[in-house]
């Protein structure tokens, strides 16, 4: 199965070469950008590198198999924040880089984004709209500030923001695709039994899953949390710290004029543990008695590259992701990470219980635009303001962190 290189690139192999292309670059920009770390100036939020990849190679770039283009924006700030969130330069580029592996999730948003998870599950990649790519750009100061301040900040974790320009097939038109790597919030190794991505909205904040079977791998949302009378359960202690930080992180995000992110609530109960069996990697399928889940994550061995379809297939027992790596021994120190990666639920007098809350505030580059000014008054005639999702920032603010106050624990 090899790619072609040259006009005629199917569908499949553009995403493919996208792939290639993303972690060539950040393997170069990121391994380029070492040295000792000088206090961050004014000029490292606005900086940009620019890197040419050839066949051929050059000074600065080694030889590549296509011919695109790179462009890491404020590399100094983002490693900055890389160690803020504490992680290992070398690690960061083995999980993403090395052997080149990915696995893609075609848009389980509605925006149109690609989503790639790096091979051990860490770190996701996703696609952004350009006006998400400007808003990074305007907010990276304060968002530097706030992680400064926050450690324990319940927002996404960036650790690069990056544009590809490639040519697209036949005709000699450029395209730019901006993208960004976070943090998964989600682990390798812990079945998540549930997923809810919450805003606090009703309006259109519902998920209809009609077969049993597929209902733990739906992201069901904020009417679903309420038919389902879903709650976290946190002792005082938590629950305390927990509100503390997202009213800090909500008030961050109000200040920047950003709306429509969630709070992604993936909840794994140790009672029941990882029922799927999935005795197998995404990315080395040895186990060749689940012939249907292989197949599923359609892997395709192309050199290096490996783009594998299929989110819902993870690395459950996969040796290398169950051992602690030092980047998840350094994020054991962050308060809401710091159980199996995730936030340990407790009782009313602070006891442990069997779940396992995964957290965090997704989405967050949206920003109050006027195309979301218009469908505020639109939807507004017709729907009771308080419940629809376009409403300025503020008040977008202030009813997502009263969803989760009311609605969020047992009363
Ligand atoms: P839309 O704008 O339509 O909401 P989007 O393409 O911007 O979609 P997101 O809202 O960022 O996508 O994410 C969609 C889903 O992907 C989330 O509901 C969640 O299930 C998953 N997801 C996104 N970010 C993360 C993350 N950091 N960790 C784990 N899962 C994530
Ligand atoms: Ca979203
Ligand atoms: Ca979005």
Same mark, same amino acid.
């Given at each position: ?13 553009? /995403? ?6 993303? $972690?060539? @670059?950040?393997?170069? !920009?990121?391994?380029?950008? +070492?040295?000792?770390? *000088? ?36 590399? /100094? ?6 160690? $803020?969130? @504490?992680?290992?330069? !070398?690690?960061?580029?083995? +999980?993403?880089?090395? *052997? ?55 927002? +996404? ?255």
């Amino acid at each position: 199965d090899k790619v072609l290189v040259g006009n005629k690139v199917s569908e499949g192999h553009s /995403n493919y070469i996208m792939a290639y292309n993303m $972690l060539t @670059g950040i393997r170069v !920009a990121v391994s380029r950008c +070492s040295g000792i770390m *000088k206090p961050l100036k004014e000029q490292d939020f606005k900086a940009s590198k620019k890197l040419t990849f050839d066949i051929t190679g050059n000074e600065l770039t080694p030889s590549s198999r296509y011919d695109f283009k790179f462009k890491d924006y404020s590399p /100094n700030v983002f490693r900055e924040l890389r160690e $803020l969130f @504490g992680l290992d330069p !070398a690690d960061y580029l083995v +999980s993403l880089t090395a *052997k080149y592996i990915l696995s893609e999730v075609n848009s389980p948003g509605k925006s149109g984004s690609f989503f790639y998870y790096s091979r051990d599950y860490k770190f996701i990649i996703k696609t952004i709209h350009r006006s998400e790519h400007i808003t990074l750009r305007r907010i990276l100061k304060s968002y530097h500030q706030h992680v400064r301040n926050n450690p324990n900040t319940l927002v +996404s974790q960036f650790y690069g923001l990056h544009r590809l320009k490639m040519p697209i097939n036949f005709s000699g038109q450029k395209r730019k695709i901006y993208f960004i790597v976070m943090n998964n919030l989600f682990p390798a190794n812990k079945e998540i039994h549930r997923t809810y991505d919450l805003k606090g909205s009703l309006w259109k904040r519902e998920t209809l899953v009609k077969e049993e079977h597929k209902k733990h791998k739906a992201v069901l949302k904020d009417q679903n949390w309420l038919a389902n009378n879903q709650h976290m359960l946190l002792g005082p202690k938590k629950k305390n710290k927990f509100l503390e930080q997202i009213e800090k992180d909500v008030a961050f995000l109000k200040a920047a004029n950003i709306m429509d992110y969630s709070l992604l609530v993936g909840i794994h109960d140790l009672a029941i543990g990882n029922v799927t069996n999935q005795n197998f990697s995404v990315f080395y399928p040895k186990d060749s008695t689940n012939r249907d889940a292989i197949n599923s994550t359609n892997p395709i061995p192309v050199d290096e590259v490996e783009v594998v379809g299929q989110q819902s297939i993870r690395p459950m027992n996969d040796s290398e992701s169950v051992k602690l790596t030092s980047v998840q021994q350094q994020q054991q120190q962050f308060y809401f990470y710091n159980f199996e990666c995730g936030f340990r639920g407790t009782n009313d007098r602070d006891i442990p219980t069997d779940e396992i809350y995964y957290l965090g505030i997704i989405d967050c580059l949206t920003n109050y635009s006027y195309i979301k000014r218009a469908e505020t008054v639109i939807k507004g005639f017709y729907q009771n303001r308080k419940q629809i999702s376009a409403v300025p920032a503020a008040e977008y603010g202030d009813r997502f962190l009263s969803f989760i106050k009311e609605k969020g624990f047992k009363k």
